[in-house]
């Protein structure tokens, strides 16, 4: 379980660099959703589920 979290951050993280020519308009909205993911994992294993 901790594996497939990873690596789901881990392409989160490539998805939310502005490096290709098409992301550059989309602004804050996937680094957002990959702040809201990262949150609720850390509130996650705070409380001991994952």
Do not use: K, Q
Not at 29 to 50: D, E, H, M, N
């Amino acid at each position: 379980m901790r594996l497939i979290l990873l690596i789901l951050v881990v392409i989160l993280l490539l998805g939310a660099l502005p490096t290709w020519p098409y992301s550059a308009g989309w602004g804050y909205y996937p680094s957002g959703g990959l702040g809201t993911v990262l949150i609720v994992l850390i509130v996650l294993a705070l409380f001991g589920v994952i």
